[in-house]
């Protein structure tokens, strides 16, 4: 296995590190924000965008891959750096968020966006249901769902043609070790921040098992991550933490539902990072919000994947730095629908320095939105690509020279 961690520096007064991440495909610097490219593509960009604007590392997912075009055609095309034209690091993930999105993610009405804190759509409760005729339980249909687990895996129903997809951890090792990557993720079942104690407890001792058949039938070229979950309960958490973090994986990920406030997400972090080997890195699963990033560096996470930048681009959503006006009550961003735009001259961000903000204005992005031209999706998704390469570039060096703190209280407005 072609695989180093190295950390180069840790931070002052905080458990934020500086490192680097070998692989057989080159090198990334941590702390890393990783693009997702879902189906061996970020939508509306090529892999030289992506150079350009400085990613050293991408993401790309199993199980939607599996489906389409399957792992065997990437294989014969000698894997997925020589399918998809990227020849730099490539991330897995095991299909374990699937578990949740088309599983109870559907029967819970939670949206992806739904359940990590602050994000898009709250998380709905029970009582948010419509009722039955007895007006007792919440009426929710487990027709609906696209997933279902056992003991042994779990077996989907593809939305879009019906057929019966079969994950289980040795499956998803197969497939991959077939798409090639260099670091890749244990199967895990990912539970609904609705589930209760019981359920999260039956949950994590599968995804324990399955952690350890994941261990048994990984591809030994690759360099396998394990997955800390128990979902919002404390013990459970420290018991995931405590058991996967005494396996012999290459490096962890913190996944499943992280709360429904900051404090949640930093009490989850609090509760895990500590037990886990401080040598290897910690990559944060779907995270991607400005003031997590900041927070999770704080108490040691390495890694970051989330599709949030260019989904947020193509619903006109454009992110904007403090000086720009950014906030955490406008989550750094603005909306480039909105009517005031029509004449405005300024680049979305004044001081950015990305392509699409040294050559175009607020009112022109706002004029393609409006005219849904498919160029505004690659200049939009560049834009927001490029700020969040750039803060992990500004959260790097502010760990080098010590001034990680000054910078989250520039970015988050509060004392320190």
């Known amino acids: 296995m072609a695989f180093n961690f190295k ?49 050293e590392v991408v993401l790309a997912n199993t199980y939607h891959l599996h ?16 399918f998809m034209g990227w020849d730099g690091p490539i991330v897995t993930d095991s299909g374990g968020f699937q578990v949740f999105s088309l599983g109870f993610g559907v029967e819970h009405n939670i949206g992806k966006m739904g359940w990590f804190p602050n994000e898009g759509e709250r998380a709905r409760k029970d009582s948010d249901f419509p009722q039955n005729k007895d007006n007792q339980k919440p009426e929710i249909s487990r ?14 129903i593809d939305p879009m043609t019906g057929k019966k997809v079969l994950l289980t951890p040795k499956i998803s090792m197969q497939i991959q070790s077939d798409l090639g990557a260099d670091i890749i993720f244990a199967f895990d079942e990912c539970t609904s921040p609705l589930h209760d104690e019981v359920y999260t407890k039956d949950s994590l001792e599968r995804t324990h098992r399955w952690a350890k ?19 919002l309960f404390k013990n459970l958490r420290q018991e995931s933490a405590k058991f996967i973090g005494g396996l012999p994986f290459a490096g962890f990920g913190i996944g499943g539902p992280l709360g429904g406030s900051k404090k949640d997400m930093e009490n989850i972090l609090d509760w895990t990072i500590p037990l886990l080997p401080r040598n290897k890195p910690v990559h944060m699963l779907g995270i991607g919000a400005v003031e997590d990033l900041f927070n999770c560096v704080e108490k040691g996470a390495d890694m970051f994947d989330c599709a949030a930048p260019t989904k947020w681009a193509r619903r006109g959503h454009l992110y904007i730095s403090p000086q720009a006006g950014g906030t955490r009550i406008n989550k750094f961003r603005i909306n480039i629908d909105n009517a ?10 004044p001081y950015c320095q990305c392509p699409t903000c040294r050559a175009y204005s607020r009112a ?41 703190l000054k910078l989250k209280s520039v970015w988050l407005s509060i004392k320190i």
């Open 364 to 404: 022109y992005l706002r004029h393609l939105f409006t005219a849904k031209e498919i160029s505004y999706f690659r200049l939009a998704s560049i834009h927001n690509l490029h700020f969040m390469l750039e803060l992990m570039r500004e959260l790097r060096e502010s760990i080098s020279n010590n001034s990680f």
């Open 67 to 82: 489906l389409r075009p399957g792992e065997k055609l990437i294989n014969k095309f000698g894997g997925l750096h020589k």
């Open 143 to 156: 027709e609906k769902k696209f997933a279902h687990v056992d003991g042994n895996g779990v077996s989907f």
């Open 340 to 349: 005031k735009f029509r004449e405005d001259r300024k680049p979305i961000d």
């Open 213 to 231: 058949e994941s261990l048994k039938h990984y591809n030994k070229k690759q360099a396998l991550f394990g997955i800390v979950q128990g979902g």
């Open 7 to 55: 950390i180069i520096k840790r931070g002052k007064n905080t458990q934020a590190r500086l490192g680097v991440i070998t692989t057989s495909h080159g090198s990334f610097h941590t702390p890393a924000f990783i693009p997702v490219a879902t189906a061996a593509s970020i939508r509306a960009l090529d892999f030289n965008d992506l150079k350009n604007l400085g990613a």
